[in-house]
């Protein structure tokens, strides 16, 4: 079954630090992936996609993430966080050619900032 | 949020009664979706659209029906509320080219009592 794993439920990172959440996926092909952000009370706001040609991809408010074929995995960073960038983060897969465009959500990163 | 709107936001509901939420979308996207978030689940499919009254069933449909007769409009009905559909619906937005992004919508907040 497919299947998307965000391991850190909760990081915390003081305010001027680097950031990396992580992201892997179980499919049988290469996905597309995608990070959302989600501020309280908010809906999911596109953060950057993956769909083809460089591995490194840039996406708004400084964000980055790497796609690794080899580690099945679709990291986010951010070399220099921001108090604004506390909210819950979600990456997601899906497959080329499915049918409606499903995307399939990992459970969430909580992220925190500490001043 | 895309031309994406939802209604109500909040809701508060008894078992046992129908509720119904909409979602609008001024994008004229093909394919429409409802999700539900809930903690340490992240979002899960209830429902898809991919047209006009063409509609399909996702990860968590038990007790979830939907209609669609405009492009604009995507309905989720709880056809007999339980305190097990509390939680945050979602409506999302995509068009069948490109990388499949979707757009969401702010969300409504449903509680069951």
């Known amino acids: 079954a497919q299947s998307v794993t965000q391991p850190d439920i909760h990081i915390t990172v003081s305010e001027g630090a680097s950031l990396e959440l992580r992201c892997n996926y179980s499919?049988?092909?290469?996905?597309?992936l995608f990070w959302y952000v989600q501020s309280p009370g908010q809906g999911l706001q596109l953060l950057l996609k993956?769909?083809?040609?460089?591995?490194l991809v840039q996406g708004i408010k400084g964000f980055e993430a790497e796609f690794k074929r080899s580690q099945s995995s679709f990291n986010l960073r951010k070399p220099s966080v921001h108090w604004s960038d506390a909210a819950e983060y979600f990456c997601?897969?899906?497959?080329?050619?499915?049918?409606?465009?499903?995307?399939?959500f990992g459970g969430g990163t909580r992220l925190m900032v500490k001043p | 949020d895309a031309g994406i709107t939802q209604s109500p936001r909040h809701k508060v509901t008894e078992t046992g009664t129908p509720v119904t939420l909409r979602c609008h979308q001024t994008?004229?996207?093909?394919?429409m979706y409802w999700y539900r978030q809930d903690p340490g689940h992240g979002l899960r499919l209830i429902h898809y659209?991919?047209?006009?009254?063409?509609?399909d069933k996702g990860e968590v449909s038990d007790g979830y029906s939907v209609s669609r007769s405009k492009t604009e409009d995507f309905l989720l009905t709880l056809e007999s509320a339980t305190s097990s559909q509390t939680s945050v619906y979602f409506c999302?937005?995509?068009?069948?080219?490109?990388?499949?992004?979707?757009?969401f919508g702010p969300g409504t907040r449903l509680t069951v009592t």
């Open positions: 999302a937005i995509s068009e069948p080219q490109g990388a499949y992004e979707q757009y």
């Open positions: 499919y049988g092909a290469t996905p597309y």
């Open positions: 993956y769909f083809s040609g460089d591995t």
């Open positions: 997601a897969v899906g497959l080329s050619g499915n049918a409606g465009n499903m995307l399939t």
């Open positions: 994008e004229n996207h093909r394919y």
């Open positions: 659209s991919y047209g006009v009254k063409d509609t």
